[in-house]
């Protein structure tokens, strides 16, 4: 049995397909299961630490989000007969990163608890998630044709969640992963404005990007991020301004299918910029 935490998020729920698909026995951890939606395959239980035999009786591979992970859990899992972590990690974890970045300490903090657990694990890091084009949806859903956002210029390699989540399949089901870090990101860069444009051809619609001062930048650029962490995320924006990402082949080498593509993604997900 494997259990996903998390299960109800982007890469979690792609995860919980995708194991059921191949024929693997899933658990689906969620807060809320009666609103989880999830396939009826799964064995979908409430994520109530506080009963690790609920979660964890039977399981042997666990898949973990940074902010479920904590020193009982872990030694409740292990007690329970987990012997396998998966965690999806950052790229902001590496050597010479900035170690006071709030998404570095959550991350590396995760880390260090499952290193500590006695469990194998399994690190995955991925960079800038497609996802996070998101934030432009509520502009284009109101029908007009320019976008507003910052840093115009700023390049990331956006991963499709759907393809963290084939490689964490491979994690969970093949062996010989086990103390590995792996670093995740889409095939090519493309910049703030660039993701804008892509997301209208999708639409069928031109789209415009207009850059706007970060120091104006709120809640109603970026709806699905915590105020607390916005000036640090505009930091890291600021610095990619520009810069060539990084960009790794480890989708392709672990799954044998090339990374999609920003592109194949906007079209992926054209519903959620549509009005």
């Given at each position: 049995m494997i259990a996903v935490t998390g299960a109800t998020g982007n890469v979690g729920r792609a995860l919980v397909d995708r194991l059921l698909a191949a024929g693997a026995p899933v658990r689906a951890l969620t807060r809320d299961p009666a609103r989880a939606g999830l396939p009826g395959r799964a064995e979908v239980v409430a994520f109530r630490p506080d009963d690790p035999a609920a979660l964890f009786t039977g399981v042997t591979k666990l898949f973990l989000y940074a902010q479920a992970v904590t020193a009982p859990l872990l030694a409740a899992a292990r007690e329970h007969g987990v012997r396998h972590a998966v965690l999806l990690s950052s790229g902001l974890v590496q050597e010479g990163a900035d170690e006071t970045h709030p998404i570095h300490v959550m991350h590396a903090t995760a880390e260090r608890h499952i290193r500590d657990s006695g469990l194998a694990w399994t690190f995955l890091r991925?960079?800038?998630?497609?996802?996070?084009?998101?934030?432009?949806?509520?502009?284009?859903?109101?029908?007009?044709?320019?976008?507003r956002g910052v840093y115009a210029d700023a390049l990331s390699a956006p991963i499709h969640e759907d393809d963290i989540a084939a490689v964490a399949e491979r994690?969970?089901?093949d062996d010989g992963h086990e103390g590995a870090v792996h670093r995740l990101t889409g095939p090519a860069a493309v910049s703030n404005a660039g993701q804008v444009a892509a997301i209208g051809d999708a639409l069928g619609r031109k789209l415009t990007f207009e850059e706007v001062d970060p120091a104006e930048a709120g809640r109603d650029l970026f709806p699905y991020v915590e105020p607390q962490m916005l000036g640090r995320l505009l930091e890291t924006v600021?610095?990619?301004?520009?810069?060539?990402?990084?960009?790794?082949?480890?989708?392709?080498?672990?799954?044998g299918t090339p990374a999609r593509t920003f592109d194949q993604w906007t079209h992926d997900h054209v519903a959620d910029f549509r009005p």
């Open positions: 991925p960079n800038a998630f497609a996802t996070n084009a998101l934030q432009y949806a509520p502009q284009t859903r109101a029908g007009g044709d320019t976008v994690v969970l089901l600021a610095q990619s301004v520009g810069v060539p990402p990084e960009i790794t082949g480890t989708v392709e080498n672990l799954t």
